[in-house]
C-alpha cells in the first residue's frame, strides 16, 4: 500500500493534545508494510474503501493516526490488528489517481499511544497520548554514540547507488539525537517494517540510537560482504565482457571515423560468392543458411572461424565454372605429337578415347590408366591431353594415402578438418571440368583409417560422382565433368573394382634409339633452357647422347637420362660462366669428363660373370620396366642337398625344383653324370639377394645354370633368357614380352630366347626399329634353350672367349 520514503523535514511538529491528541478521537489510518515516522514525509497509496472514505471525511482538521497493521496481508484490519503505538501526522496533499485510488502526502508529527476506538465503520477512530521521549544524557559516549551513526550512515549512502547524497547533508545537520535516529530509521531501505516499529515503539532516544548504530553496522558488513562476492563475479564475468565492451566500442570507432565494420564486409563478400558460384539451389539454400548463422555469431567466438571456413569453401568451389569448348580431334593429334616422340599406339588409343568424348560429352565411360614404368612419360602424357582439350590440369598423388578422408575429407566436427583432394583440387583449378591425373594409383594403402579404394571408387564411378559427397563439404558435388586420368607402374597391385573401371593403356619403356630421339627432341632443348644457355653454346651429337642412355643410365624411361642431361647442361653453364663462350660439342670425352668413369655396363657385368661355368642370364619383370637377371649355380663336396638364396617366392623355389628334377632325369642325354648329387651339394642362388623375386619365368634359366655348372661349359656371352619350363621339359608362354626384351636390349644382349608361344606377342608389342640389332630364338622345349646358350665346340668356346675380351675391353 506504500513505500516509506523520505523527501522533506519539517522543522516544525504539531504538538498532540493542542491540536488534535489527548482523547479526542483521531481517524486511523492503517497501513502495510511501512512506519511514519515524527518529522518524516511519507507519501501513500490509499485505495482501501474504508481509507478513500476517511480522507474524504477530512475538513479543515488534517490530522490523523497512521498506524502500521500487524500482518500486511490483512485487507481490512480491526483495532487489533493494528499495533498498540503509531503516529499522529497532518494530510498535506491528496492526489486523486486514475484507478479511483488517492495518493496521499503525510508528515510524521509525534508517537502515539493508542487508547479506545470510539468508531469502528466506516473508518476507524481512536483515541491517543502522546509519548514523551526520554532524551539522553549530555556525556561524551552519547556524543560518540551520535557521530557514529553519521559516520555509519555516510558510509551506507556513499556505497549505495540507490540513496541519494543529500541525506548524508541532512543528517550532519540535524542536532537532536532523537530526530537524528527518526531520520535515519525513515530513511534505511533494508529495515523491515518489525524493525521499524520497534524503533517507533522506543521513546528512550539513547536506546534507540543503540539500536539504529547496531542495524547501520550489520548493514556496513553486509554491504562489504556483498563487495567482495561482487568483486569475485564481476572479475570472471569481466574478461568475457570487457571482450564484449571493447568489440563494442571499437564497432563504434570505426562507425564515427566512418569504417565499414570488417566482419560486415567481409560476410557481404560471401553473401556474393555465393550468389554468384552458380550453386544448385538446396546448396546455395544451406549456404546462406550457414552464412546467416556466421553472422549473428561473434566473431571472436572460437567457432567462428570454422564456420567461416566452411561457407567459404562452399562459396568458392566451381560449382558451374567449366572451361572446355569443343574437342578439337585433329587439334589433340596435333599437340600429342608435339609434346611426346613416339608413343604411336597410346597416342591413338588417347584419340580414340577423345573422339567418342567428343561425339558423346555426357559419356560414363571408362577412366583411362596409364600403366608402365617410371618416366616413360604417363604424366606429361595426361598434361598434353589437358592441353589438348584446352583444359586445366592438376595432379593428385595417391601414392602411400592410407586415409580415405585425404580422399574424401574429415567431418567437420573433427578437429582441423579440411575437405578432401578431391575438392582441393578442384578449388585450385576453379572449374569444373578439369583433367585430374591420380598418380600411382597401384600404391594406395589401406589402413584402420579406412580405405581410400572404396573412397576412389566412388569418386570415379560415373554412376554415382555427379553427386560425389565430400564428408567435410557434406554437400554433393558433380564430378562428372572431370575427365580422370590414372597412373600406375603395375596392375597387380590395383584393387580389381578399381580396374574394372579403367581402360588400360601400357606404355613399356623405351629402346636405346627411341631414348635418344627423345633426348634430342625434347629432353636436351629443354634442359638447355632450363640452365640457361642456347643451342649457340652447345652442340649435343646423337652418339653422345646414345653413350649416356647405354652407360649412365639403366631405365626404361628417360627421367634419369633427362637428369644427366641436366648435368652436362649445368657443366657447359659453369664453363660459360667461366669465361670459355665458345660452343661446346658433347664428345665421348666430354661426356666422361662430365659424368665421370662409366657407371653402368651391364653388357660388361653379363660377359664378366658369364666367364664361369653355372650362371646364366635371366629376364625379369619389375615394375621399373624390365631387367637382367643372374643366376648362379654351384657344388661342393656333400651329401646331396639343394640350397636355393636370394629371397625367392615359393613359385620360383618350385620351379628351381623342377629344373632340378628335368636336368637329373636326363643326366645321360645331356651328358652329366647321373650321380652327380651323391658326393656334392648344390647351391643356387640369385643375386640381388635383398630384392624379393618371384614367378615361374626364370625355369629356362636356371636349368641352362645347373647344366652349365654340371658340364662344366660357361654359356655363350650376352645371351638372356625367359620361360617356364615344366617337369617333362617343355617351355611354357610367360608374360612382360615387351619390358623384358628391351631390358635385355638395353644391357647390349645379343641373344634372347623366348617361349615360342610368346612370339605373337614379339610381332604385336615390338617395332622392327625396336627388334632389331638382337636375335630373337624361340623354344618350345629346354633342349632348344641349351642348343642356343651353351657352346658345343671348342672353336665355339674359343669365340665366346673373344667375345667377352671384346665387351671387357670395350668398356676399360
Ligand atoms: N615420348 C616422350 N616424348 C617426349 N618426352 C618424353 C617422352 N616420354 C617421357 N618424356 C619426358 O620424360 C619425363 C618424365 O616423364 P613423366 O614424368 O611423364 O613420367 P611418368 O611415366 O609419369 O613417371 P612416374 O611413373 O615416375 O610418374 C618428362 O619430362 C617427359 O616429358
Redesign the pocket.
Same mark, same amino acid.
Given at each position: 500500500m506504500a513505500n516509506d520514503f523520505v523527501s522533506v523535514i519539517h522543522p516544525k511538529a504539531a504538538k498532540n493534545g493542542e491540536e488534535g491528541g489527548g482523547k479526542r478521537p483521531i481517524p486511523v489510518l492503517p497501513v502495510r508494510d511501512t512506519v511514519l515516522f515524527p518529522h518524516a514525509v511519507l507519501p501513500l497509496t490509499v485505495g482501501r474503501e474504508s481509507s478513500i472514505q476517511l480522507i474524504q471525511s477530512l475538513g479543515e482538521e488534517k490530522t490523523i493516526l497512521v498506524v502500521a497493521q500487524r500482518d500486511a496481508r490483512q485487507d481490512s484490519p480491526q483495532a487489533t490488528d493494528l499495533f498498540a503505538i503509531g503516529t499522529l501526522a497532518t494530510v498535506h496533499k491528496v492526489v486523486k489517481m486514475p484507478n479511483q485510488s488517492l495518493f496521499v502526502f503525510t508528515e510524521g508529527n509525534e508517537r502515539v499511544r493508542l487508547g479506545e476506538f470510539p468508531q469502528l465503520t466506516p473508518f476507524m477512530t481512536a483515541e491517543s497520548e502522546t509519548i514523551e521521549e526520554i532524551e539522553p544524557q549530555k556525556t561524551p559516549e552519547a556524543e560518540a554514540l551520535q557521530r557514529n551513526v553519521v559516520s555509519q550512515f555516510q558510509q551506507i549512502v556513499t556505497s549505495s547507488p540507490t540513496l541519494s547524497d543529500d541525506l548524508q547533508t541532512i543528517a550532519i545537520n540535524i542536532e537532536e539525537p532523537g530526530r537524528l535516529a527518526d531520520f535515519i530509521a525513515a530513511s534505511l531501505p533494508f529495515l523491515t517494517t518489525a524493525d521499524k516499529q520497534e524503533l517507533l515503539e522506543t521513546p528512550d532516544v539513547s536506546a534507540r540510537l543503540e539500536r539504529i548504530n547496531k542495524h547501520l553496522a550489520k548493514e556496513l558488513e553486509v554491504q562489504q560482504l556483498r563487495n567482495k562476492i561482487q568483486t569475485e563475479v564481476q572479475d570472471s564475468v569481466q574478461s568475457s565482457q570487457r571482450d564484449y565492451y571493447l568489440r563494442e566500442q571499437l564497432k563504434a570507432i570505426q562507425k564515427e571515423l566512418g569504417d565499414v565494420d570488417d566482419t560486415q564486409k567481409d560476410i557481404a563478400e560471401l553473401k556474393e560468392k555465393i550468389e554468384n558460384a552458380g550453386m544448385p539451389e538446396e546448396v546455395k539454400k544451406d549456404s546462406l543458411k550457414e552464412l546467416g548463422r556466421l553472422s549473428r555469431m561473434n566473431p571472436m567466438a572460437a567457432d567462428y572461424g570454422l564456420t567461416r571456413n566452411y561457407v567459404e569453401w562452399l562459396s568458392v568451389l566451381p560449382w558451374g565454372k567449366t572451361s572446355s569448348s569443343e574437342v578439337d580431334i585433329l587439334k589433340a593429334k596435333e599437340i600429342l605429337d608435339e609434346?611426346? +616422340? &613416339?608413343?604411336k599406339k597410346v597416342k591413338d588409343r588417347i584419340l580414340d578415347y577423345l573422339s567418342v568424348r567428343r561425339l558423346k560429352p555426357d559419356m560414363k565411360g571408362p577412366i583411362l590408366c596409364f600403366v &608402365?614404368p617410371?618416366?616413360? &612419360?604417363?604424366?606429361?602424357l595426361g598434361r598434353s591431353i589437358a592441353r589438348a582439350l584446352d583444359r586445366k590440369f592438376s595432379r593428385i598423388s595417391l601414392g602411400g594415402m592410407h586415409d580415405e578422408a585425404e580422399i574424401r575429407g574429415h567431418r567437420r566436427t573433427y578437429i582441423g578438418a579440411l575437405p578432401g583432394q578431391i575438392i582441393q583440387h578442384l578449388k585450385r583449378v576453379e572449374v569444373k571440368d578439369p583433367v585430374f591425373m591420380l598418380?600411382e594409383i597401384d600404391k594406395l594403402g589401406r589402413d584402420f583409417r579406412g580405405d581410400p579404394a572404396s573412397a576412389l571408387l566412388e569418386t570415379l564411378d560415373p554412376e554415382q560422382n555427379n553427386t560425389f559427397r565430400d564428408n567435410y563439404l557434406d554437400q554433393p558435388f558433380d564430378l562428372s565433368k572431370v575427365l580422370f586420368i590414372c597412373?600406375a607402374?603395375q596392375l597387380d597391385t590395383i584393387p580389381g573394382p578399381l580396374l574394372d573401371r579403367m581402360e588400360i593403356i601400357e606404355l613399356t619403356g623405351y629402346t636405346e634409339e627411341e631414348k635418344a630421339n627423345?633426348a634430342v627432341k +625434347?629432353l636436351i632443348p629443354r634442359q638447355t633452357k632450363e640452365n640457361g644457355i642456347t643451342a649457340e653454346n652447345i652442340e649435343f651429337p646423337i652418339e653422345s647422347v646414345r653413350l649416356v642412355a647405354r652407360h649412365y643410365t639403366r631405365e626404361a &624411361?628417360?627421367?634419369k637420362l633427362?637428369q644427366q642431361i641436366g648435368t652436362i647442361c649445368r657443366k657447359v653453364a659453369r664453363r660459360i660462366a667461366e669465361g670459355h663462350s665458345e660452343k661446346l660439342v658433347i664428345t665421348p670425352e666430354i661426356v666422361h669428363e662430365f659424368l665421370g668413369g662409366i657407371k653402368v655396363r651391364v653388357d660388361t657385368e653379363i660377359a664378366e660373370r658369364t666367364k664361369r661355368a653355372g650362371v646364366a642370364v635371366g629376364l625379369a619383370w619389375t615394375p621399373a620396366g624390365g631387367d637382367v637377371l643372374f643366376i648362379e649355380a654351384n657344388r661342393m663336396k656333400g651329401k646331396g642337398s639343394f640350397t636355393i638364396t636370394g629371397q625367392i617366392g615359393d613359385v620360383m623355389k618350385e620351379s628351381m625344383q623342377a629344373a632340378l628334377t628335368w636336368v637329373r632325369s636326363n643326366a645321360a642325354s645331356l651328358g652329366v653324370d647321373e650321380d652327380f648329387l651323391k658326393d656334392s651339394d648344390l647351391h643356387i642362388h640369385v643375386p640381388a639377394g635383398a630384392i624379393p623375386k618371384d614367378g615361374p619365368s626364370a625355369g629356362v634359366t636356371m636349368a641352362t645354370a645347373l647344366v652349365s655348372l654340371l658340364t662344366d661349359t660357361p654359356v655363350h656371352p650376352l645371351t638372356a633368357m625367359t620361360g617356364e619350363i615344366t617337369l617333362s621339359g617343355n617351355v611354357l608362354p610367360v608374360g612382360g614380352i615387351k619390358e623384358k626384351f628391351l631390358a635385355a636390349k638395353r644391357a647390349g644382349v645379343r641373344d634372347v630366347i623366348l617361349p615360342t608361344d610368346c612370339k605373337q606377342q614379339v610381332d604385336e608389342d615390338l617395332t622392327a626399329d625396336q627388334v632389331e640389332g638382337v636375335r630373337i630364338h624361340y623354344a618350345s622345349r629346354i633342349e632348344d634353350v641349351l642348343a642356343v646358350t651353351l657352346p658345343k665346340t671348342p672353336t665355339e668356346k674359343v669365340h665366346d672367349e673373344e667375345i667377352r675380351e671384346e665387351v671387357i675391353h670395350a668398356s676399360v
Amino acid at each position: 500500500m506504500a513505500n516509506d520514503f523520505v523527501s522533506v523535514i519539517h522543522p516544525k511538529a504539531a504538538k498532540n493534545g493542542e491540536e488534535g491528541g489527548g482523547k479526542r478521537p483521531i481517524p486511523v489510518l492503517p497501513v502495510r508494510d511501512t512506519v511514519l515516522f515524527p518529522h518524516a514525509v511519507l507519501p501513500l497509496t490509499v485505495g482501501r474503501e474504508s481509507s478513500i472514505q476517511l480522507i474524504q471525511s477530512l475538513g479543515e482538521e488534517k490530522t490523523i493516526l497512521v498506524v502500521a497493521q500487524r500482518d500486511a496481508r490483512q485487507d481490512s484490519p480491526q483495532a487489533t490488528d493494528l499495533f498498540a503505538i503509531g503516529t499522529l501526522a497532518t494530510v498535506h496533499k491528496v492526489v486523486k489517481m486514475p484507478n479511483q485510488s488517492l495518493f496521499v502526502f503525510t508528515e510524521g508529527n509525534e508517537r502515539v499511544r493508542l487508547g479506545e476506538f470510539p468508531q469502528l465503520t466506516p473508518f476507524m477512530t481512536a483515541e491517543s497520548e502522546t509519548i514523551e521521549e526520554i532524551e539522553p544524557q549530555k556525556t561524551p559516549e552519547a556524543e560518540a554514540l551520535q557521530r557514529n551513526v553519521v559516520s555509519q550512515f555516510q558510509q551506507i549512502v556513499t556505497s549505495s547507488p540507490t540513496l541519494s547524497d543529500d541525506l548524508q547533508t541532512i543528517a550532519i545537520n540535524i542536532e537532536e539525537p532523537g530526530r537524528l535516529a527518526d531520520f535515519i530509521a525513515a530513511s534505511l531501505p533494508f529495515l523491515t517494517t518489525a524493525d521499524k516499529q520497534e524503533l517507533l515503539e522506543t521513546p528512550d532516544v539513547s536506546a534507540r540510537l543503540e539500536r539504529i548504530n547496531k542495524h547501520l553496522a550489520k548493514e556496513l558488513e553486509v554491504q562489504q560482504l556483498r563487495n567482495k562476492i561482487q568483486t569475485e563475479v564481476q572479475d570472471s564475468v569481466q574478461s568475457s565482457q570487457r571482450d564484449y565492451y571493447l568489440r563494442e566500442q571499437l564497432k563504434a570507432i570505426q562507425k564515427e571515423l566512418g569504417d565499414v565494420d570488417d566482419t560486415q564486409k567481409d560476410i557481404a563478400e560471401l553473401k556474393e560468392k555465393i550468389e554468384n558460384a552458380g550453386m544448385p539451389e538446396e546448396v546455395k539454400k544451406d549456404s546462406l543458411k550457414e552464412l546467416g548463422r556466421l553472422s549473428r555469431m561473434n566473431p571472436m567466438a572460437a567457432d567462428y572461424g570454422l564456420t567461416r571456413n566452411y561457407v567459404e569453401w562452399l562459396s568458392v568451389l566451381p560449382w558451374g565454372k567449366t572451361s572446355s569448348s569443343e574437342v578439337d580431334i585433329l587439334k589433340a593429334k596435333e599437340i600429342l605429337d608435339e609434346d611426346h +616422340y &613416339g608413343l604411336k599406339k597410346v597416342k591413338d588409343r588417347i584419340l580414340d578415347y577423345l573422339s567418342v568424348r567428343r561425339l558423346k560429352p555426357d559419356m560414363k565411360g571408362p577412366i583411362l590408366c596409364f600403366v &608402365g614404368p617410371p618416366g616413360v &612419360g604417363k604424366t606429361s602424357l595426361g598434361r598434353s591431353i589437358a592441353r589438348a582439350l584446352d583444359r586445366k590440369f592438376s595432379r593428385i598423388s595417391l601414392g602411400g594415402m592410407h586415409d580415405e578422408a585425404e580422399i574424401r575429407g574429415h567431418r567437420r566436427t573433427y578437429i582441423g578438418a579440411l575437405p578432401g583432394q578431391i575438392i582441393q583440387h578442384l578449388k585450385r583449378v576453379e572449374v569444373k571440368d578439369p583433367v585430374f591425373m591420380l598418380d600411382e594409383i597401384d600404391k594406395l594403402g589401406r589402413d584402420f583409417r579406412g580405405d581410400p579404394a572404396s573412397a576412389l571408387l566412388e569418386t570415379l564411378d560415373p554412376e554415382q560422382n555427379n553427386t560425389f559427397r565430400d564428408n567435410y563439404l557434406d554437400q554433393p558435388f558433380d564430378l562428372s565433368k572431370v575427365l580422370f586420368i590414372c597412373t600406375a607402374n603395375q596392375l597387380d597391385t590395383i584393387p580389381g573394382p578399381l580396374l574394372d573401371r579403367m581402360e588400360i593403356i601400357e606404355l613399356t619403356g623405351y629402346t636405346e634409339e627411341e631414348k635418344a630421339n627423345i633426348a634430342v627432341k +625434347y629432353l636436351i632443348p629443354r634442359q638447355t633452357k632450363e640452365n640457361g644457355i642456347t643451342a649457340e653454346n652447345i652442340e649435343f651429337p646423337i652418339e653422345s647422347v646414345r653413350l649416356v642412355a647405354r652407360h649412365y643410365t639403366r631405365e626404361a &624411361g628417360v627421367r634419369k637420362l633427362e637428369q644427366q642431361i641436366g648435368t652436362i647442361c649445368r657443366k657447359v653453364a659453369r664453363r660459360i660462366a667461366e669465361g670459355h663462350s665458345e660452343k661446346l660439342v658433347i664428345t665421348p670425352e666430354i661426356v666422361h669428363e662430365f659424368l665421370g668413369g662409366i657407371k653402368v655396363r651391364v653388357d660388361t657385368e653379363i660377359a664378366e660373370r658369364t666367364k664361369r661355368a653355372g650362371v646364366a642370364v635371366g629376364l625379369a619383370w619389375t615394375p621399373a620396366g624390365g631387367d637382367v637377371l643372374f643366376i648362379e649355380a654351384n657344388r661342393m663336396k656333400g651329401k646331396g642337398s639343394f640350397t636355393i638364396t636370394g629371397q625367392i617366392g615359393d613359385v620360383m623355389k618350385e620351379s628351381m625344383q623342377a629344373a632340378l628334377t628335368w636336368v637329373r632325369s636326363n643326366a645321360a642325354s645331356l651328358g652329366v653324370d647321373e650321380d652327380f648329387l651323391k658326393d656334392s651339394d648344390l647351391h643356387i642362388h640369385v643375386p640381388a639377394g635383398a630384392i624379393p623375386k618371384d614367378g615361374p619365368s626364370a625355369g629356362v634359366t636356371m636349368a641352362t645354370a645347373l647344366v652349365s655348372l654340371l658340364t662344366d661349359t660357361p654359356v655363350h656371352p650376352l645371351t638372356a633368357m625367359t620361360g617356364e619350363i615344366t617337369l617333362s621339359g617343355n617351355v611354357l608362354p610367360v608374360g612382360g614380352i615387351k619390358e623384358k626384351f628391351l631390358a635385355a636390349k638395353r644391357a647390349g644382349v645379343r641373344d634372347v630366347i623366348l617361349p615360342t608361344d610368346c612370339k605373337q606377342q614379339v610381332d604385336e608389342d615390338l617395332t622392327a626399329d625396336q627388334v632389331e640389332g638382337v636375335r630373337i630364338h624361340y623354344a618350345s622345349r629346354i633342349e632348344d634353350v641349351l642348343a642356343v646358350t651353351l657352346p658345343k665346340t671348342p672353336t665355339e668356346k674359343v669365340h665366346d672367349e673373344e667375345i667377352r675380351e671384346e665387351v671387357i675391353h670395350a668398356s676399360v
